[in-house]
């Protein structure tokens, strides 16, 4: 009888953590269609191929060697062993083996596959940022490094509880990553936009030139396939199904990652009607993502109602922050340094309003660590890479679009000329 248990507990988590992976994985479609809405219809092939290729990359590198640096288990040669056939004890025992405790069980293939689709996320933020006036191949270069070495460095030392090269152990809290994955991608982003520079025209002596996307219907698909995707970012960070106790839990955190999505998106459409006269829809879009990326750090613990009130103050915090990165000439396209990094910062300090067992100096300390580590090393990895190759098209191949640059062809022929 408690193998049988056993084994339907195995079942459930395993089935339960792929299906949860599969909806992190849709993500990266909402990541192709924000983005491909939010640039000029030149610019839009450029943008889906870096996407549909960032994932290729991030899911290779991973199996290589990412894998390997962040939880010490290496698949790529010698495959995954499950533990579909064995007794109870040798089960426990080999998911202890991987980092996991012992009421958690569940294939080692499927936690990979939870786990890449994290480390494509990551990468995907850095797409939008550098979008309209990078090479691709500059950035596929870059992501190999970003997602086979930075992000799992990072990973080990918060999720997978390594050391800090050895020097000391975090003591931090992020259920599902506001700081692990939305603003360690964020920090790549910005060391990318510093070296690269604002698109052209973008800023002038007359001040700054909006560049509207050329797609709104698209960023708004892209945003609610990214809130979809979301229940599986989040949810699936229990790690398990299993139990009365863990399917509330479940429950929770899907309604906390609603209600926080909900409530950026009001704040930040109130604000943008505020400032600026009309209601954004852009800024509405980022509103909600900033509710996500707000809620992700812990989305079991609080109150439906304080999870609102967290993604709404996101909600403002992103409208602030586009703002504020414009007038200093950081030029970001689809706000994914503001919406993932300065909300992904506020959620790591969020989790203070609702888990007692969590430190400031451990939320600081732990955004430290991750911000400097993947900012410097993405810096020091762009700035290679710029000295080989270049990161930046000419001028003009970026007047005419980098679709034609880049790939040879153009998402909509037939307007083609028509939004240069």
């Known amino acids: 009888m408690e193998n049988q248990i056993f084994e339907l507990q195995y079942a459930m988590d395993t089935f339960y953590f792929l299906v949860c992976g599969a909806l992190v994985m849709w993500m990266a479609a909402g990541f192709a269609m924000l983005e491909a809405g939010l640039v000029r219809s030149k610019n839009t092939t450029e943008i889906l191929t870096k996407n549909v290729a960032l994932f290729a990359v991030a899911c290779t590198m991973y199996l290589v060697c990412g894998y390997q640096f962040m939880y010490g288990g290496g698949y790529f040669l010698s495959g995954v062993e499950t533990v579909a056939s064995l007794d109870v004890e040798a089960a426990l025992a080999a998911s202890a083996e991987n980092g996991f405790d012992g009421d958690s069980v569940y294939s080692g293939?499927?936690?990979f596959f939870f786990q890449v689709v994290f480390v494509a996320t990551a990468m995907s933020i850095v797409s939008g940022a550098v979008a309209e006036r990078m090479k691709l191949w500059a950035f596929l270069l870059f992501a190999v490094v970003m997602t086979g070495v930075i992000y799992p460095f990072e990973g080990g030392w918060t999720w997978g509880g390594n050391s800090v090269f050895g020097l000391y152990e975090l003591s931090y809290s992020d259920y599902a990553g506001s700081g692990i994955v939305h603003m360690a991608g964020a920090a790549a982003a910005l060391a990318g936009v510093i070296l690269l520079g604002p698109r052209k025209g973008k800023y002038t002596s007359n001040g700054i030139n909006a560049i509207p996307g050329a797609n709104l219907p698209l960023a708004t698909l892209g945003t609610f396939i990214l809130w979809m995707g979301w229940f599986g970012f989040n949810g699936g960070s229990t790690l398990k199904l299993g139990g009365i106790a863990v399917a509330n839990e479940v429950a929770n955190v899907f309604l906390n990652t609603n209600a926080a999505a909900a409530g950026g998106l009001i704040a930040a459409m109130i604000l943008a009607r505020v400032l600026f006269g009309k209601a954004d829809?852009?800024?509405?879009?980022?509103?909600?993502l900033a509710g996500l990326v707000a809620i992700t750090a812990e989305p079991a613990d609080p109150s439906p109602l304080l999870a609102t009130i967290i993604g709404a103050i996101g909600g403002i915090i992103v409208v602030f922050s586009i703002v504020t990165l414009d007038k200093i000439k950081i030029d970001d396209p689809v706000g994914?340094?503001?919406?993932?990094?300065?909300?992904?910062?506020w959620g790591i300090f969020a989790v203070l309003l609702s888990d007692a067992d969590a430190t400031f100096m451990g939320q600081l300390i732990g955004a430290l660590t991750i911000f400097v580590w993947v900012f410097g090393a993405s810096f020091v990895v762009w700035m290679i890479i710029k000295a080989v190759m270049g990161?930046?098209?000419?001028e003009q191949e970026e007047y005419d679009g980098v679709d034609l640059s880049e790939c040879g062809m153009e998402a909509y022929p037939e307007f083609a000329g028509s939004n240069k």
């Open 281 to 288: 829809l852009t800024m509405a879009l980022n509103g909600a």
């Open 109 to 111: 293939a499927s936690d």
């Open 391 to 394: 990161i930046r098209v000419s």
């Open 336 to 345: 994914a340094i503001s919406v993932h990094g300065v909300v992904g910062l």
